[in-house]
């Protein structure tokens, strides 16, 4: 895991990718997925777990450009990927984004597309990134990023704006579905809860 992580901390670097998608965040997608995986799952698949949610923002169109998926490539060839799983994987990681499966929601409800033997990687690792979704201070931190002059008050409106109308609706709109990966949402919800309101508290 040592070279996959300097290598993420290398294309950080390089696209000045922030600690809100860095390798922090790489590893606590890591950490969920671990959680969230079925205990069937194959040496295969536990491989493909691991690398797609460490690199799965090594290729995010917000920081990258269209060398990153090449520069991906090469990495995992280097550490002795067939092409064929290599493929596999860019499939994953460039198709799981939010805003990627949002623009082709059908009233707001995700189309998900078919990643044949991949599909079942494909939702752990998805859902897994959506898990990191409900770390409140991760939001903040993106929206100071976004706009470094934002006020207080207009930065945590932005915030509970994301979690009332796209987080905490995750699971009833069906963008968190495996069963393990729900009910890691319970606490998740709560602490998210807590923290926002305490933040409201502060200010009225």
């Known amino acids: ?13 390089e696209y000045d990718i922030d600690d809100t998608h860095d390798v922090t965040h790489s590893k606590d ?79 707001g409800i995700p189309v998900f597309p078919n990643h044949g033997s991949w599909n079942r990687v494909y939702h752990i690792v ?24 934002i006020s207080e008050d207009d930065c945590w409106s932005k915030v509970l704006f994301f979690f009332q109308n796209r987080v905490f609706l995750y699971c009833e709109k069906g963008w968190i579905t495996l069963p393990k990966a729900v009910e890691l949402t319970e606490p998740l919800i709560a602490t998210a809860r807590r923290i926002l309101v305490e933040y409201n508290n502060l200010v009225t």
């Open 1 to 13: 895991m040592e070279r996959l992580f300097l290598f993420i901390e290398r294309m950080c670097k």
């Open 29 to 107: 997608c890591m950490n969920f997925a671990q959680l969230i995986m079925d205990d069937d799952c194959s040496p295969e698949e536990q491989r493909m777990i691991q690398y797609a949610t460490a690199l799965h923002d090594c290729v995010d169109k917000k920081y990258t450009d269209a060398f990153a998926s090449e520069k991906v490539s090469e990495f995992l060839h280097s550490e002795g990927w067939s092409t064929a799983d290599i493929h596999a994987l860019l499939d994953i990681i460039n198709t799981m984004s939010y805003s990627y499966l949002n623009s082709r929601a059908v009233d």
């Open 126 to 149: 998805r859902q897994s990134d959506s898990l990191c979704s409900y770390r409140v201070e991760r939001c903040y931190k993106y929206q100071k990023r976004i706009d470094p002059t």
